[in-house]
């Protein structure tokens, strides 16, 4: 691919979406995008991959400590009781044979932490995935046509992490390795960190691709700072055509957007996921905790493992929370 | 065990804590329970256990059509937009190059639909799991203790579907099978329900084990009633002695309060809960959608299935809601 | 007025918007519609209104135990602790020298009780108060032009209760009198009650005119039922050439809806709003407590009073719940 | 008074509590504290005081832009959309006869802005308003006793203006004065306040007093900083007697605690607080905006007027968000 112009975000849009576009590939009426590639024959060999039966939970904490600082009205999670153990203990709970109890509500973005982005959170020019309008598609009632809940069990299968952090980053603290923030993964990055991690890193069809950046590793230690909506290191822009050749079911990170921060044109934001979410109907997944999987796979040098990350079915949702699971 | 004195609840929870307690079992520090069974074997053999590679989930719609109707504040869940695909293709969102936008929040009570009850849910007498007093583990700040975070990645294993609304119900309109409301399930009929089903449906150590009484299907051709709180079919508080003794894991069933409501004592409210989560360490799925699994097992004679219900680690929180995936 | 052409809402709406908008009076510029009546001098004559310093809370309560049952999302207010007294008296709040606190947190839908609509409320084919595209007033980020802060002020002024279920309707339980459900109030019965109240209850410019049906004394007795969106008594369609004529500066009623339901017309939803909120610019209250005032006014035979009943200014809001004040 | 001692806190409170209780001073049963001074002769007088008829709203702006940064899980308030203009015009509401809607829902905490302290909200050893013990007041449930519903038509009467932040401090941008943070406002400075204002600013029983410092205004010029919970200028400790003696219904500030900050204790958090509320039961508001009033007062030299600041009766809540009405 050559050069980017930095001074034309929409022209390199429209022309990458041009080149990869999935639109009309699982017909018409499709719903699910990329997770079309996700087949029975490739979970049940996703699961021949588990030779320990050693479990990662992927996701970051949800509580009022997280990054979010309001933007796009996008707070913490509220976490609250409705009863608890000291009432149980010390009130009277109106309950018989002293028996007592606790209970609870969250009030959250549905992209606050560890999540995946659904095929109606980002358009193209008033498009949603498979050509839609997106008028048609998310209005205040949510989304009417690619909601959550058309996909909710399609988030499971072979999970490959290409640990860029590791392979091409630097070691400042001992913690496995860190890119800087800005730092534009490219096509041959990802070549190279395949190559380096070894044949159990190859990528393919149906695959959930997870890219460890090292940046959320770096926030636990640093603190969060602008790790909600600032710089980070992501994948550039110009890794579209490697996405769409390799035919991955989704993409997933360990930064807030998945892509790189600043983005690569003078006055743009997010031009990636404009091409990858209507055009190529790609689920990402961003603010994964890839720390303790990446140590791990560094360790056994195996980078496969069975992935699964089902979102909560909120019907007409345009995105979820979730809590991925590795087994390896 | 001999039959139940319905006056006197309290002395049957009693005694029953004073038979199957596993009150340092695992030690002092304890706050995994039953959890501790699933070891790294057990999920590797689980593994094992996907032959087709056919994908479940096991979650109810999360929306405001749901059964809540106010009991203990609990609402269905409130989702509502931030951004709208009306909004990307007609309003100015602020954004350059053509992208744009959806964005959402939710707002629920943790056990509202499909979900972990976790170890800070219930308490006997002001005692958590593990003996610690109700005050010292969730307050108004959350369970400081055994809070859903604590056991993040550990719900990945091994999952057994007991159909006992097919194998021991009537079958009144097609659905495949179903219990009436009050109907207590006692250890003899799980028994015979192994037996009818086969030997894939054997229960052992680490287990998580799954019935369904087809409740939930009865609501989806006639309505929720009062699914939330109401009547149903569930676990007979004799259960309790077999549950310890085949050291499950975990137990979900498709109906709001996993035992049989009403209750089998003349003043009571959840005696088995009383049990199981305090003195057993014991975690419960309620609200779990079994129509399609069970319909599917049934026609094929298999019965256990690699089952993945991972919680949102939502810090302090004594619930989850989840999708949970079965795996076959 | 002529009789309504049942079968034509549409017609009707395009009429009486014709006979009586109020589009251009303030100014292209204007936010405040009807509210623009209530001057400096009109609060300083209702402040002399005041004879005795009684004071009345028109507001219902605010809980779980309300009316709402889900429609359009709305939920009654759930209303969470964040720090309570018994953790205060038994637990560690990490507080010095003995101090302990409690706080809490709400989640509510802006016009789930005694509420104020704003001129974001309703819209007639696509326009909004003095004309405006309601796009360009009403996005997801909320009402952009004429949300509640922009008349956080101007709630203040002369009160007057006409009291038609007292006057007009039967009292089956000595509760003051009420209305059936599906009456529908006529200019006839609004001069008929002002007639039978006496010279206190005149209504001209700028006053904030309340309407008292006794509908919501007889939830008090009898239960919600369909409070929230079901039959009742209330205004009809009939009555917005005289609610133009008096240029009131807002209605308020003690039901759900302001206008009476089921509405006038075959095929129809709340067709008086169409014209009176966009058009007119005029704002309503709706779910009043007006019992106690009600008595209150039928004992001394003074139906004026000095109402305050501010709006949160919640930036961008449609609505807002309030607690009128009414000072006699 | 005698100077305080900085290491003895919890000494300075319970003397001041022994000096100053109200305790049994209304009854035993008593839920509205110093409300009680608030008479319908109080009331009417106060509604004497308009002159003008001039109507001032003092609440800040609720939204996402506020002061909140998280403690205590405060968050600033989330207002999301159920329905929008843009849905209206161009997307499809499922309504009849081109009528058009929009709806809305807050999450937010109670005191998150503009708002009152009720009684429940702070304790003294485990003890609140009139004796009570702390967990026989407010549990999981909310405050069962003295809920701001409680006194929801209670507060309307003579607010008194003491523009402290004018008379004492500087004026570094024209902006009408303003007190440092830190600046432990004294019942000297009170009195010379009265003094420099004139006889208008007489304080007496039953009077809601509002102390303007500058600070709010202050946070308008150069950000909100740490205005929720951090330093500020507020009244001293030492006030408690001042308060008692000139037996106030309420008192009023533009900070966010009320009190100055840091306290004037070595280890403290709010030791008035921990006086008045429970002790004297007076309610306390914070984040009042004053700075139209502060000028509208030094511009006509009148202090006094007509104060309405209605809570929400949200059932068992320990403070409301208000937007209180000044009428002059």
Tied chains: 1, 2, 3, 4.
Excluded at 4 to 22: E, F, I, K, M, Y
Excluded at 146 to 171: N, P, Q, S
Excluded at 269 to 294: C, D, K, R, S, T
Aim: aromatic share 8%.
């Amino acid at each position: 691919m050559s050069a980017l112009d930095r001074t034309d975000p929409a022209g390199a849009v429209a022309a990458a979406a041009a080149r990869c576009s999935n639109w009309g590939r699982w017909g018409d009426d499709d719903v699910k995008g990329t997770l079309n590639l996700v087949t029975d024959d490739h979970r049940r060999r996703a699961a021949g991959l588990v030779r320990r039966g050693a479990a990662f939970s992927l996701a970051q904490p949800f509580d009022m400590d997280g990054p979010q600082q309001g933007w796009r009205r996008r707070t913490n999670p509220v976490h609250t009781m409705l009863d608890t153990g000291v009432d149980a203990e010390f009130a009277d709970q109106g309950l018989p044979h002293g028996i007592g109890g606790a209970d609870d509500v969250v009030a959250m973005p549905l992209q606050c932490s560890t999540q995946w982005d659904g095929l109606g959170h980002i358009f193209d020019h008033g498009r949603a995935w498979n050509g839609r309008r997106a008028s048609a598609v998310v209005t205040s009632d949510g989304d009417g046509v690619t909601g959550m809940e058309t996909v909710a069990g399609d988030f499971t299968g072979r999970g490959v992490l290409l640990d860029v952090g590791r392979h091409l980053g630097t070691d400042p603290a001992g913690t496995g390795g860190e890119l800087p923030d800005g730092f534009a993964i490219t096509a041959e990055h990802l070549d190279a960190t395949v190559a380096a991690q070894g044949p159990t890193s190859a990528v393919g069809p149906g695959d959930f691709l997870v890219v460890r950046t090292g940046q959320y590793g770096r926030t636990r230690r640093d603190g969060w700072g602008s790790y909600a909506g600032g710089p980070a290191p992501g994948l550039s822009f110009t890794t579209v055509d490697w996405l769409r050749e390799h035919d991955v079911a989704a993409v997933a990170t360990d930064t807030w957007g998945f892509e790189v921060r600043p983005n690569e044109f003078d006055d743009a934001f997010q031009p990636l996921h404009q091409v990858v979410i209507p055009h190529l109907g790609l689920f990402l997944g961003e603010m994964w905790a890839l720390e303790e999987l990446g140590a791990d796979c560094a360790a056994d040098g195996t980078y496969e493992f069975l992935l699964t990350a089902p979102p909560l079915p909120i019907t007409g949702a345009v995105g979820s929370p979730i809590n991925p699971i590795a087994l390896k």
